[in-house]
């Protein structure tokens, strides 16, 4: 009776700690830190440039440069929305990475995609186009 009572303590303890790990609790070691720089939603692109989109409503840098293959990131910092595109406007056609941005709202971060190729393109903001202090610039090498 007693080693009964013995198998059904291990066996009560084991479903304990699967359904633990499963649930993502106990059990499971702690990871480490992710590499520095930031990357797209859709995996492992790093990010070489940060702009900010700053309370007064600029562009800052408006000018930033970065290796084939890197992306940029955009925070806004400023307190409405924005929706940052490639030159020319209304087309959006220059360098479509930079279209991945789209719509960003206030205290929002966004990535564009990888850039695949060296060349300089132009951005703005499509809300605002005229607005040359929300106009800037990539510089891909």
């Known amino acids: 009776m007693e080693s009964r009572k013995s198998v059904w303590g291990v066996f009560a303890a084991a479903a304990v700690g699967v359904m633990l790990a499963a649930c993502g609790g106990g059990m499971s070691s702690p990871t480490a830190p992710s590499s ?3 990357s797209t939603s859709a995996g492992s692109v790093t990010s070489g ?3 900010t989109i700053t309370a007064a409503g600029q562009v800052s840098p408006s000018s930033v440069s970065i290796a084939v293959g890197q992306a940029v990131t955009v925070v806004n910092n400023d307190s409405r929305p924005h929706e940052i595109a490639s030159d020319p406007h209304p087309t959006h056609t220059n360098c479509p990475s930079i279209n991945a941005v789209g ?6 971060t966004k990535t564009t995609n990888a850039f695949t190729s060296a060349q300089t393109c132009g951005y703005h903001d499509h809300n605002d186009p005229g607005n040359a202090s929300l106009q800037g610039q990539i510089i891909i090498r």
């Open 103 to 108: 719509s960003i709202g206030a205290g929002q």
């Open 49 to 51: 440039a940060t702009i």
């Open 36 to 38: 520095t720089g930031s």
